[in-house]
Every structure is written in structure tokens, then in C-alpha cells.
């Protein structure tokens, strides 16, 4: 009786256990489904936002507007049907704030009630004209032509320049600024730490005496557990003024900025996890290249590095993965402007930092929201990338004891 | 075979040359790593107090002190530990004493491994759909605290897994040889020597909780608010925020720039102790096991 | 015959522990002599003398005088690199680099300054075949030494030893981690290689030591308790405490 009650107990907190490690699984299940589940809402939105709509003469040829388009029309950046395809005509921008040049109080209505006629009547008599108004204005009755807008796709937010959610009248999600954004600010950073992380492991590893080793560990260990705001705040009092001042800029943050603090930010990653694999190379194996007349820096550049080459690549990657992912600092000190940067010294924006950034003003539910959770969908994905790549980098068996 | 002078004299060369430039590059890190630390240091720490420590921020958060940012935090700390330690811990137990499975332990591993690289601001995203949108925690202790126990999770499984691992074998077999069931096993021999290490995971992801910033940007922050929480459902400020916040935003930046110090050096300061607390930790149970 | 190896009254102290306590043995060209005793003491400590390889631990002292070719190997500017090309080493478990099996043999002739493949290629079959080993890889010389058989890795560490024309080489217990027929193969090697090498060989295999080696030193707790011409040692043993390791009573 005892033994079938400790039994059961025992599976009991077995399951318990189990439980608890499907926990993991779960949690990745779960912020799957739900970063997709918004993200994925961007695609099925028109980039006008709701209740709105863009009109025309009816006359007009002219079906349907991309958003660029529409952008680019109402920036006046086109000021001709022509160019996007329609007659000869040069396009008239109809704002509603206006309306009272055009008509008269009492045409309007007291209370805007007659609104729906007036812009019936002015689309119906300038055929160059579009407008963006409110589609209770354009119900029974209106005489001009409501273009179609199509969704936003896939391609055209990957491959789309400018990223402009909130614009008016319709929304531009391109993420390619963002994208090389982060890949501009993550590879600037990655040159500073790679070579300096490296180097310093080496000399950990193999150089350094144990004194000063014992010295350097958990400095390391201490700089990698300080928080990234602390990181940007340095940044932004040190770096930021430096650099304006250094290279005369009108501003200092910059992606140089970005890379300098985030690179600084991977060392600690870099050095340990490199170290680690360093240090994992056989004493006896350095022993024989020492046997065989080689020095210390022979060694470790023909047995020591090429033996552990597999964890300092994964050093490395990883590396680059938390210069991808880190928010927090790089939105602090890049300026966070969100054009395809030419220059290390212009500001740039990462995709993590427009998350950070916009996700607080972004009503819950509306297209901006959605994008936001597409961004977070990328990042997602280039982390997993990084980590299955690292993963089998790792993996890869280098020593075959038998 | 001969190996001439001036081959030895030239690779020795190569060798000076090469771990000077190691030297020189190993340098530069630790100075601007000490340049860091030094910097906030020293700026920061005219500006910590009494007062500052437990005042209510005041003037646009230019003077007063961070106490509610202080409280926020270690409510976060405790929220996502409450959260992180048992499954994290019970996990790691589970995969590393309980699966013979190599395909299931393998598959956990990567799943481990995954949610380690997640980065933050993902989580944020996540915590901020699910806690506070879908569950309707709203911006709450409760939903930051579980987003960020969620982020620490893989490193609680991972250090209690390496805990678990580096108990020899004999002592499990010596017990169970001794009659022991499974469960005992862990509970009486396993699990106290595999103590000292798990503590010491837990406390360095106590330092990783108080940081962060990104996850508890939409599902708890508050900008400013000067009160206490009174139940989990509540917002709160937090350190790392606060920080941002009065560096980046703050109503007069100039102003705040010396309460920002102080907060960066609190901050800095608490990971300092996590740190020590860590390593001596470490240390005194190193002892006593050896004694033993 | 002149030795090769002399040590006089040579003591090691790992900082405070004292490893090696006077020790003064010589060793004669084109033997083999074989170091036995316990396990810890001091064999691999005595054998790492003659390469300096101790110097490679931290806080090592060591006094008296150790000899190679009439040579203080300790002197202050003793050429190190010149000493190990002269002094192979073999190590007890096979450690072959991360390399390819040609650029395993080639190593110590790289890192010295020998970069013509032609020379390379001669040395490397050459070394090669005095292991034993070329017909079994002259066909895959450029695959990852990691993919042979450890008998064969550890036959690519003497070659890899041989490749810079030692005259003497060390071993210590080579054939420890192999099973019985590689083990055999090794002791055959050893057999040929004598004819012109000297070899200084570790073991705790006593029927090894006997059948390899010409003599032998019994080692116990850092200090030299015997020494003689092996069949001597085995049969007649003076000490009472090499009598006892040889019949097994300890150890
Ligand atoms: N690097 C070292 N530091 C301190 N003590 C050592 C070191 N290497 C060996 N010893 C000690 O020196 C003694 C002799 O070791 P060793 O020469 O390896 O013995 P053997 O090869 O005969 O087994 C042992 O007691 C060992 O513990
Ligand atoms: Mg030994």
C-alpha cells in the first residue's frame, strides 16, 4: 500500500517535471502563433485606412492607385495623370478643408449636410481632380469613381523603400530602409568587435598569464550582465558628441554611433564564447606542436584556432545576432531615421528600434500595429536563422577521439 | 637537418609581433570597458543618496529620486522569478535526469536554444499580444513579469541542466545501489549537490531581469508615476526605463542628466552585486563541497 | 660508446612538491630504455626533461644537470626549438592536429621554416614509411588524419616525430590507449626504429618494457630505485621494492 502510494507519487512529480520542460515548446508555439498571427494581419489591409476612400471624375481611366502612387501624388511628386498611366490631364488635389472656397455656406448646409453633393459635384466637374474622403460622403448618389487600392503584399513590404505608417492617405510599409538599416548598423558593429573580441580571447586563452586572466574573466562576465540602456546612455553622452564633433556633423547619431555602442555591446559574447572553444583544445595537442619545435604563436595559429575554428565562427554569429536583435541602445543613439542609409555618419533605423519606437503609438488592431508585428515576424525569422546556423556550426563533430 | 638562425629568429619575431597586436587589441577592450564603467561611476555617484533612493521623483522627474523605479524593479524581479525558477528548474531536472530519449532531450535543447536568441524586443511584441491585449492584463506587473520570466526561462533550464550534469554519476547509482527510488535520489543527493550552480544561474538572470527594458516597454513601463503599486494588475516604473525615459525624453534632458547618472549607476551597482553575490556564492559552496 | 642522454642528480619541484628527487641516469646511442614504476612517480616528469617541455608548466624548478649530446640542455641559451627537433616526442594518446594527414607529418617541418613541397613530400613519404604507415595511407594523404584508426593516428605521430630527423625519441606509455594488435604493431616499430634512434619509452606494461627495451629504470615516488640491462633487472633485481613492482605485489 505504502509502495503503490510512493509510486504514485513518484509519477506524479514525473509528470510535474514533464509539464514543466513541455513549458519551453510551448512558449515558442505560442509567441509563433501570436507574432504571425498579427503580422500576418498586415497583408489582408489596404494600405487607406478604413472608412476612407479615394475618389476621382468618373471619367477618369484610371482604376486603381498603389500606395506609392497615392504618396507620390498627394506629395506632388506627380502632378500629371500621365505618369501613372491615365490621360493627358494635370491632377487637382481636393482637400476638404477648402471646401468653403469653393462653395457657399448654405450650398454646404448648416450642419455639412449637403457635403455629399458638393464633392459629388466638384469630382463631376474637374476631371483631373482626386480626393480622399470619407466614404460616408461617397454613398447613394455620388457621381464620381472610388479607386481600388490594392493590399498590401509580401514583396512590396519587403521590397518597398519607405517606411511611412502613419502617412496620409495611405500608409507606405516598406521595410528595405529598416532591413539595411539593421544589417548597416549590425556589420559596423561586427567589424569593431570581431577583430577586438577575437584578439582579446587569444590572448585570454593563450597569452595572458592566469593573474591577469583571472582578472579579465569576470570583467567580461560583469560588462556582459549590464543592462543596454546603460550602454546607450554612454552612448549618447560620450559617442554621439564625439562623433558630431569629430566629423563636423549637424547631428551625432548616427549608425556609427549604433556600431560603435553595439559592438562594444557583443564583445562580452564574443570573448567568452570564444574563449570557451579556445580553451577546449587538447593540452596534448599543443603539447606535440610544442614537441615539434613550433612556438607558442605557431601553435595557436595552426593547431589552437584551426581546432576550435567551429566555436569561434559560432562566437562570431552569435555575435552578430545580438547586434540584430539589441533594441534599446541603438534606438538611443542612431537617429532613427528611417532612409536606406548611405553612410556610416547619417542617422539610420534598425527594425528593433521602429518597433521600440512606434509600437506605444500605434492604435491596437490598426494596420501600423500589424506592421509593427510583421517587423517583429523578420526579426524573428533572422534569429532563427542565426540560430540554426549556429547550431549546426557547433554541431559539426571536429575531433574524432576514436 | 639543421633548422637555421635566422628561421628561429624570424618566427620568433612573428610570435612578438602577433601577441603584442593581441595585447594592444586585448588593451583596448578592457579600457573602454573600464572607460564605461568609470564614466557612470563617477559621474553617478554624487548623485546617490538617501533622498535619492527613496524619494518620489519630482519636476518632470529633474529632481527628487527614483524610489518608485527601485520598487518597480525588484516587483519585476520577484514576479518573473516566481515564474521562471520552478518551471525553469523543474524543466532542467526533467531533461536532464528523466530523458533517456536523446531525440525528445535533443528536440527540448533546440527549443532551449531558440527562446535563448529570441531577442528582446520580440518577446516584448509577444508579451504585449498575449498578457496584456488577449488576456486583458492590461499594462500590469503580472504581464511584464511573465514576459520577462518567459525571456530568463532558457538560461534557468540551461544553468540548471549544467548543474545537473557535472554530479558524477556514481553518487546517483551510489543511492539508488542503496536502495533509493529515483525521486529520492534527486531530492537527497542530486539536487543538493547540484545546488550552488543552479543559485548562482538564478541570480546572474536576476541581473538580466532588472535590465531589460525592451520586454517591459508595452506591457508594464509607466513613463512617470509617482505612487506604489498596489496589486499586480498595476503598472509600475522600472529602472531601465526610467533611464531611457529621462535620457531620451524626459521633459528637460539637461536638467535630469545627473538623476540619470544616479539611475545608470543603480543600475550598474545592482548588477555588481548580482555579480559578487554570484561568484562568492560560487565560491563558499566550492568550499564546503570540497570538505565534504 | 659514448651516451647520448646524461642527467646528474637532477631534482624537479612542482612549486613546493619535490617530483624528481636526484636522479642521475645515462643512456647509451641506439638503445631503448624503458622508465617503469607506480603510476605518479614521476616517469612522464623525468621523460619531459630532455625536451624541456616542463619548462611549459608554471612554476617549475629544476636542479642539476641534464646533458643531450654532450650538451647542457639547461644552459641559458640552449637554442629550445633546436633541442626539441633533436628530441622527438611521442605522447600516450594519439594527437593528431585538425589536418590533413600529409600536413600532420609536414607540421614540424613547417613550422621550422620548410616550405618546399618538393622536400615536404620526400620527408613525408620517407617518415612515413620508417612508421609503418605509408601503405595504409598513401592514397589518402590529403583526409583528415582524424579519420584513421587510433593504432594508425598513433603511427602518424611518429612519423610526425621522425619527419624533422630526431635522434632521439621519447614515448611516453604509446601504446597505453591501443588495443592488443596496434599495440603490437607499435612494439615492432619501436624494434626497427632503434637501429637509428635512441628511444626513452614510459610504460606501466612490464611485459612491454621487456620485450622493447634493452634497459630499464624503476622509478618510485620521485625517486630512481634501480637501474640496468632489462633482462638483469627482470630476472636478478637488487632492490627489494623493484622486486616486489615486478611480481606484482604493488602498483
Ligand atoms: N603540472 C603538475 N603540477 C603539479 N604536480 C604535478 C604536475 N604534473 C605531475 N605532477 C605530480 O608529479 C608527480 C609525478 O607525476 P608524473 O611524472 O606524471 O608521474 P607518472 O608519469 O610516473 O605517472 C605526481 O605526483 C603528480 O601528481
Ligand atoms: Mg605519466
Given at each position: 500500500m505504502i509502495k503503490f502510494f510512493k509510486s504514485t507519487f513518484e509519477k506524479i512529480i514525473e509528470g510535474t517535471l514533464f509539464l514543466s520542460s513541455t513549458i519551453t515548446t510551448l512558449a515558442i508555439v505560442l509567441i509563433i502563433v501570436f507574432l504571425f498571427r498579427e503580422g500576418i494581419g498586415?497583408?489582408?489591409?489596404?494600405?487607406?485606412?478604413?472608412?476612407f476612400s479615394l475618389v476621382v471624375n468618373k471619367?477618369?481611366?484610371?482604376n486603381e492607385l498603389s500606395a506609392q502612387q497615392i504618396k507620390n501624388i498627394f506629395d506632388q511628386n506627380?502632378?500629371?495623370w500621365k505618369t501613372v498611366g491615365g490621360n493627358k490631364d494635370s491632377i487637382i488635389l481636393f482637400n476638404l478643408d477648402n471646401i468653403s472656397n469653393f462653395y457657399s455656406d448654405s450650398a454646404i448646409g448648416?450642419?455639412?449636410?449637403?457635403l455629399p453633393q458638393c464633392i459629388s459635384d466638384y469630382t463631376e466637374k474637374h476631371s483631373g481632380v482626386v480626393a480622399f474622403v470619407s466614404t460616408r460622403y461617397t454613398?447613394?448618389?455620388?457621381?464620381g469613381k472610388i479607386l481600388t487600392t490594392p493590399k498590401v503584399t509580401i514583396t512590396q513590404f519587403i521590397s518597398q523603400?519607405?517606411?511611412?505608417?502613419?502617412?496620409?492617405?495611405a500608409a507606405q510599409l516598406g521595410v528595405l530602409a529598416l532591413i539595411l538599416g539593421t544589417l548597416w548598423v549590425s556589420f559596423g558593429a561586427i567589424v569593431i568587435a570581431l577583430p577586438l573580441g577575437l584578439a582579446t580571447s587569444i590572448y585570454m586563452a593563450e597569452v595572458a598569464n592566469p593573474k591577469v586572466r583571472n582578472f579579465l574573466k569576470p570583467l567580461v562576465e560583469l560588462l556582459a550582465g549590464i543592462p543596454s540602456v546603460v550602454y546607450g546612455f554612454f552612448g549618447l553622452v560620450i559617442i554621439v558628441p564625439g562623433i558630431q564633433k569629430l566629423f563636423d556633423l549637424?547631428?551625432?547619431?548616427?549608425a556609427l554611433a549604433g556600431s560603435i555602442v553595439l559592438g562594444i555591446m557583443a564583445l562580452p559574447t564574443i570573448i567568452t564564447i570564444s574563449e570557451d572553444a579556445l580553451r577546449t583544445t587538447p593540452k596534448a595537442m599543443k603539447e606535440a606542436s610544442l614537441a615539434l619545435g613550433a612556438n607558442k604563436w605557431q601553435t595557436t595559429a595552426r593547431v589552437v584556432i584551426p581546432y576550435s575554428s567551429s566555436g569561434i565562427t559560432a562566437a562570431a554569429i552569435l555575435g552578430i545576432g545580438r547586434a540584430i536583435g539589441e533594441t534599446m541602445a541603438v534606438l538611443m543613439v542612431t537617429?532613427?531615421?528611417a532612409v536606406i542609409p548611405h553612410s556610416f555618419l547619417e542617422p539610420v533605423r534598425t527594425i528593433p528600434a521602429t518597433i521600440a519606437a512606434e509600437l506605444g503609438e500605434a492604435p491596437q488592431g490598426g494596420l501600423h500595429y500589424k506592421a509593427l508585428f510583421a517587423l517583429g515576424c523578420i526579426l524573428f525569422i533572422i534569429t532563427m536563422a542565426i540560430n540554426l546556423i549556429v547550431g549546426y556550426v557547433s554541431s559539426k563533430k571536429k575531433y574524432n577521439t576514436r | 637537418m639543421i633548422i637555421s638562425k635566422k628561421v628561429i629568429r624570424n618566427k620568433n619575431l612573428k610570435e612578438k609581433i602577433a601577441f603584442n597586436i593581441f595585447r594592444v587589441f586585448s588593451a583596448i577592450v578592457v579600457l573602454s570597458l573600464v572607460a564605461i564603467l568609470s564614466f557612470i561611476i563617477y559621474n553617478g555617484i554624487s548623485v546617490i543618496n538617501w533622498t535619492f533612493l527613496t524619494a518620489m521623483p519630482e519636476d518632470g522627474m529633474t529632481k527628487g529620486g527614483i524610489f518608485p523605479a527601485i520598487v518597480g524593479t525588484l516587483c519585476l524581479v520577484a514576479g518573473s522569478m516566481i515564474f521562471a525558477i520552478p518551471i525553469g528548474v523543474f524543466s532542467g531536472i526533467y531533461i536532464n535526469e528523466?530523458?533517456?530519449d536523446s531525440f525528445y532531450k535533443r528536440f527540448i535543447k533546440l527549443m532551449t536554444n531558440n527562446l535563448a536568441g529570441i531577442p528582446s524586443i520580440v518577446f516584448g511584441l509577444f508579451g504585449m499580444s498575449l498578457?496584456?491585449?488577449?488576456?486583458?492584463?492590461?499594462?500590469?506587473i503580472i504581464a511584464g513579469s511573465l514576459t520577462l520570466g518567459l525571456m530568463v526561462l532558457p538560461v534557468v533550464i540551461r544553468t540548471t541542466e549544467e548543474a545537473l550534469k557535472s554530479v558524477d554519476n556514481s553518487f546517483r547509482h551510489g543511492s539508488l545501489a542503496l536502495g533509493a527510488t529515483k525521486l529520492q535520489t534527486i531530492r537527497k543527493v542530486v539536487l543538493p549537490m547540484a545546488f550552488p550552480n543552479i543559485i548562482t544561474g538564478i541570480i546572474l538572470s536576476v541581473g538580466r531581469v532588472s535590465g531589460e527594458t525592451a520586454p517591459i516597454l508595452f506591457t508594464v513601463a509607466a513613463y512617470f508615476l509617482p505612487k506604489l503599486p498596489s496589486s499586480i494588475f498595476d503598472q509600475v516604473m522600472a529602472l531601465p526605463y526610467h533611464l531611457y525615459v529621462i535620457s531620451t525624453?524626459?521633459?528637460?534632458i539637461e536638467e535630469s542628466r545627473p538623476i540619470a547618472y544616479g539611475t545608470a549607476l543603480v543600475l550598474i551597482g545592482f548588477v555588481l552585486i548580482v555579480n559578487l553575490a554570484a561568484n562568492a556564492l560560487r565560491k563558499y559552496f566550492g568550499k564546503k563541497v570540497k570538505m565534504n | 660508446m659514448e651516451h647520448i642522454i646524461t642527467t646528474e642528480l637532477v631534482s624537479l619541484f612542482y612549486s613546493e612538491f619535490q617530483?624528481?628527487?636526484d636522479i642521475s641516469i645515462d643512456f647509451l646511442p641506439n638503445t631503448v630504455t624503458a622508465l617503469i614504476g607506480p603510476?605518479?612517480?614521476?616517469k612522464s616528469t623525468y621523460l619531459r626533461l630532455f625536451n624541456r617541455?616542463?619548462?611549459?608548466?608554471?612554476?617549475v624548478k629544476i636542479t642539476g644537470k641534464v646533458t643531450i649530446e654532450g650538451e647542457d640542455?639547461?644552459?641559458?641559451?640552449?637554442n629550445i626549438v633546436e633541442l626539441r627537433r633533436k628530441v622527438g616526442m611521442v605522447f600516450q594518446k594519439p594527437n593528431p592536429f585538425p589536418k590533413s594527414i600529409f600536413e600532420n607529418v609536414a607540421y614540424g617541418l613547417r613550422v621550422n621554416g620548410v616550405n618546399d613541397m618538393s622536400v615536404l613530400k620526400e620527408k613525408v613519404e620517407f617518415s612515413l614509411k620508417q612508421s609503418a604507415l605509408w601503405d595504409e595511407v598513401k592514397d589518402k594523404l590529403?583526409?583528415?588524419?582524424?579519420?584513421?584508426?587510433g593504432g594508425q593516428q598513433q603511427r602518424l605521430c611518429i612519423a610526425r616525430a621522425l619527419a624533422i630527423e630526431p635522434s632521439i625519441i621519447l614515448m611516453d606509455e604509446?601504446?597505453?590507449?591501443?588495443?592488443p594488435i596496434s599495440t603490437a604493431k607499435i612494439e615492432e616499430l619501436i624494434y626497427e626504429l632503434k637501429n637509428n634512434y635512441t628511444i626513452v619509452i614510459v610504460t606501466h606494461n612490464l611485459q612491454q618494457a621487456g620485450r622493447v627495451s634493452d634497459y630499464t629504470a624503476f622509478f618510485y615516488i620521485g625517486e630512481l630505485i634501480e637501474k640496468g640491462e632489462t633482462k638483469e633487472l627482470f630476472i636478478?633485481?637488487?632492490n627489494i621494492k623493484t622486486q616486489n613492482y615486478i611480481t606484482g605485489r604493488f602498483g
Open positions: 498586415t497583408f489582408n489591409q489596404s494600405p487607406i485606412e478604413e472608412g471619367n477618369n481611366p484610371i506627380i502632378t500629371n448648416e450642419n455639412f449636410e449637403f454613398g447613394k448618389g455620388f457621381t523603400k519607405e517606411w511611412f505608417p502613419t502617412a496620409q492617405p549637424p547631428v551625432g547619431e548616427t537617429g532613427n531615421a | 528523466y530523458t533517456k498578457f496584456v491585449n488577449t488576456l486583458r492584463f492590461g499594462d500590469s525624453s524626459g521633459t528637460n | 617530483a624528481l628527487k603510476s605518479g612517480c614521476g617541455m616542463n619548462d611549459l608548466i608554471d612554476n640542455i639547461y644552459k641559458k641559451d640552449t590529403k583526409k583528415s588524419a582524424f579519420e584513421l584508426s604509446p601504446a597505453s590507449a591501443l588495443d636478478n633485481p637488487k
